[in-house]
Nanobody, 124 residues
């Protein structure tokens, strides 16, 4: 069973940047795609970004395309989400997730392990 721990959330002004990290336990991190999702207050959890095993394929939600970048360091068993140009509408709890395979997925059904989440708050 993999454990995922997100860090890096916080309070930032609009236009600012944050980098989220997700550290994974387990020996087979590199074999799996990873993803980031977010859940705003009173709303459903939505897809943000995903990266394939090896990192050659990345996909983004339209709302974050061009502002957010997902990356991974398999030696550190960590996946990152660099968030630039933050907007108040990016305020949410951000979750890291491990996919069921090495193939990227844009739906939460494609993931079988989840972190506890980290709060990102963007003030206007």
């Amino acid at each position: 069973q993999v454990q995922l721990v997100e860090t890096g959330g916080g309070l930032v002004q609009a236009g600012g940047s944050l980098r989220l990290s997700c550290a994974a336990s387990g020996r087979t991190f590199s074999n799996f795609a990873m993803g980031w999702f977010r859940q705003a207050p009173g709303k459903e959890r939505t897809f943000v970004a995903t990266i394939s095993w090896g990192g050659s394929i990345t996909k983004y939600a339209d709302a974050v395309k061009g502002r957010f970048t997902i990356s991974r360091d398999d030696r550190k068993q960590t996946v990152y989400l660099q968030m630039n140009g933050l907007k108040p509408e990016d305020t949410a709890v951000y979750f890291c997730a491990r996919a069921r395979s090495g193939v990227v997925s844009l739906t939460d059904g494609g993931y079988d392990s989840w972190g506890q989440g980290t709060q990102v708050t963007v003030s206007s």
